[in-house]
Structure formats: structure tokens, C-alpha cells
């Protein structure tokens, strides 16, 4: 589940694209470890380029993609499945940008409110 909030001014404008964030916490094991040592969490973009389907492993990543990585973290090939549902926090109503994994309306009912699609 990833949701999309009003970004605080002072993050980097790389982070607030058009003023929003999106938060996400991994359920992957590395990436809890990763931000628990580092104390902080972790930024990062989706390893896939838009519209382009998701990589399954590290060596499937988009070669452009990869030329600007400075390394890669490989955690071993990804579970697959649906992505993540991605829902937009404005307001009185949740607004569902994109379908995933967590059915939207089970989000709406967890937040207490209607829903918008």
C-alpha cells in the first residue's frame, strides 16, 4: 500500500514531485533492516520505468535504469504478484490512483471514510 500525501516544504523538491510524497514501509526483511541501521527511512524510486513492467530480480532491471545506480541491493527475486495500491489522501475522501494488492475499499473502511475512485 503506498499513499500519497501533501509534502512538507522543506523535503527535497526530487522527493514532492507537484507537491506530494508517497509512503510506503516495506514488508521485505532487507528493506526493514536497511532503515532500522540507517536510523532513518529510505527513499527510493520503483525499479521499473513508467508503464514498463516490474523487474522479478535485480538482474532484470532496465539497463538505463541500472547505468545510474551507484549499486544494487539484491535481495533475491521479488514474491510477483499484484503491485501496490496506491491512494491519495486530500481531504475528506481517500482517492485511488492505481488498483493493487490492498482492495481500495478495505482502505477506505481501515480509514473511516467514503471513497473516490
Keep these: 500500500l503506498t499513499l500519497v500525501l501533501p509534502a512538507r516544504p522543506e523535503l527535497p523538491e526530487p522527493?514532492?514531485?507537484?507537491?506530494?510524497v508517497g509512503l510506503r514501509r516495506s514488508s521485505h526483511p532487507w528493506a526493514q533492516a536497511l532503515a532500522a541501521a540507517l536510523g532513518r527511512p529510505v527513499t527510493a524510486t520503483s525499479a521499473n520505468l513508467a508503464g514498463a513492467p516490474a523487474p522479478s530480480s535485480a538482474s532484470a532491471l532496465d539497463a538505463g535504469l541500472r547505468a545510474g545506480l551507484a549499486f544494487v541491493l539484491d535481495a533475491g527475486p521479488t514474491p510477483g504478484g499484484l503491485p501496490s495500491t496506491v491512494v491519495r489522501l486530500d481531504g475528506a475522501r481517500p482517492t485511488c490512483l492505481r488498483a493493487g494488492a490492498v482492495p481500495f475499499p478495505a482502505v477506505a473502511a481501515a480509514l473511516g471514510r467514503g471513497t473516490e475512485r
Design 15 to 20: 522527493l514532492r514531485p507537484e507537491g506530494w
